[in-house]
C-alpha cells in the first residue's frame, strides 16, 4: 500500500496549481498535472482520486490562510481606515503567492457558486460586522455616507481585476514582461488603500 507523503503531496499540490493556471480547470488533465509533477498518473489519482478533489484541495489550501485573517479583522476593535489596511494588504499578499487563485475563483463561481459561499461563510467571515462598523462611523461623522455593499465589492474588485486580467494588462503596460507586472503589483497596496479611505473622506461643504 502506498503511503502518505507529504512532500509528494505538495509536489502534487504544485504541478496542479501551474497546470490549472495554464490550462484552466476544463482544460487541465491528470496526465498533465503528473508530467508537471514528474510522477505517475496513478500516484495522482491515489492522492487526490479525482481532479475535483484535486481542485478542492488547493482552492481549499489558500483560503484556510486567508479568510481567518479577514474575519479576525472584520471583528476587531478597529476603525475602518484601519480595516481597510488589513484586508487589502492580506488579500493582494495571497494573490501574490497564490496567483492561480483568481482563476480558480472565477470557475467556482460558474461551477459551483454554493460551493464558495459555503467556504466564505464556515470561515467566520461575516460582512455584517465590518457593515456596522462603518454605519457607526458614518453616524459619527467620521466617515461619508456611503452603501455599504457598493463600498465592499469596489474593495475587492480593486484588488483582483488586475490577477484575472493579467494578461490583458502585462500585455499592453508591460510588454508581456513578468517581473515588470510584479512590480505593479506591488505598488497597488498603497494605490487601493489609498483610493479606498479617499472615497470614504467627509464632505466638507
Known sequence: MVTIDKSTEKAILDAAKQVFLEKGFDGARMQHIADKAGLNKALIHYYF??????FDAIFQEAFQKFLPVIAESFSADMPINKKIDVFVDTYLDMLLQNPHLPVFILHEINRAPEKLLSHIKNSGVNPEI??????????????????FRHFFVNMIALCIFPFAARPIIQGIFFSNNPEDFDAFLAERKDV???FLKESLEPINL
Request: charged share 35%.
Open 49 to 54: 482520486r479525482t481532479k475535483e478533489k484535486l
Open 192 to 194: 487601493i488603500k489609498k
Open 130 to 147: 465590518l457593515a456596522q462598523n462603518v454605519n457607526a462611523e458614518i453616524a459619527q461623522g467620521k466617515i461619508r455616507s456611503v452603501d
